[in-house]
């Protein structure tokens, strides 16, 4: 069966930084067989892809709110993904998702296709406050 599980999410003063880890499990593949991706969704809002990351297409893709602020990562060995996020803002305040798609989907130059990822974490909840 396969599952991902998202974690590292919490409160966090505006600035602050925090890690987002995503734990793979029950994959055919090799995790760097697949795109990663990170979406998050904020109340009353759709949910959005904010990076992604496919090793075999060479792409890593962020969205303009993030980008320099926020790193996407993988650890194949550990079957892990990662979302380093800094300088957050009030508005990162989101249920932040991990997602899988396969090779040569999901993840683009320019943008992460949310309906071509296959299995989805539960999610976790940062928010950023003071």
């Known amino acids: 069966q396969v599952t991902l599980v998202e974690s590292g999410g919490g409160l966090v003063q505006p600035g602050g930084s925090l890690r987002l880890s995503c734990a793979a499990s029950?994959?055919?593949?090799?995790?760097?067989?697949?795109?990663i991706g990170w979406f998050r969704q904020a109340p009353g809002k759709a949910r959005e892809g904010i990076a992604c990351?496919?090793?075999?297409?060479?792409?890593?893709y962020y969205t303009d709110s993030v980008k320099g602020r926020f790193t996407i990562s993988t650890d194949n060995a550990k079957d892990m993904a990662y979302l380093q996020m800094s300088s957050l803002k009030p508005e990162d305040t989101a249920i932040y998702y991990c997602?899988?798609?396969?090779?040569?989907?999901?993840?683009?130059?320019?943008?992460?296709?949310?309906?071509?990822?296959?299995?989805w974490g539960q999610g976790t909840q940062v928010t950023v406050s003071s």
């Open positions: 990351f496919s090793e075999s297409a060479r792409i890593t």
């Open positions: 029950g994959f055919p593949l090799e995790l760097k067989y697949y795109a």
């Open positions: 997602a899988t798609a396969p090779t040569g989907y999901g993840c683009y130059d320019g943008r992460s296709s949310r309906y071509e990822y296959d299995d």
